[in-house]
Nanobody, 123 residues
Framework: VQLQASGGGSVQAGGSLRLSCAATARTFSSYVMGWFRQAPGKEREFVAA????????NYADAVKDRFTISRDNERNTVHLQMNSLKLEDTAVYYC?????????????????WGQGTQVTVSS
């Protein structure tokens, strides 16, 4: 499975960005997909995850009510809509795929990782 994240960029606080992750996998619809982020000097942290059917979604408390994860199994893509961005959202964002059925919040559960896309929020 190869994952390609895109959509990052620079935005002012309060703005929005939409990240996308394209997957090359014949069985994309069977994978849990997640987004993680890593800020400079910090450990990678969970952002959001979505089950294969989109029925179960988990968010980190820090992004709940501001970010929305979604997926399109027809197009092998997963998106992260980020609204009301804050300075502390600045990080490299990674998409990841997990072969288990539960949208896990720990990075070690995920089997495949994209290369990351930079999100910079300025005041």
């Amino acid at each position: 499975v190869q994952l390609q994240a895109s959509g990052g960029g620079s935005v002012q606080a309060g703005g929005s960005l939409r990240l996308s992750c394209a997957a090359t996998a014949r069985t994309f619809s069977s994978y849990v997909m997640g987004w993680f982020r890593q800020a400079p000097g910090k450990e990678r942290e969970f952002v959001a995850a979505i089950s294969s059917s989109s029925r179960t979604i988990n968010y980190a408390d820090a992004v709940k009510d501001r970010f929305t994860i979604s997926r399109d199994n027809e197009r092998n893509t997963v998106h992260l809509q980020m609204n009301s961005l804050k300075l502390e959202d600045t990080a490299v964002y990674y998409c990841a795929a997990d072969r288990t059925s539960i949208p896990a919040t720990y990075a070690h559960y995920y089997d495949y990782w994209g290369q990351g896309t930079q999100v910079t929020v300025s005041s």
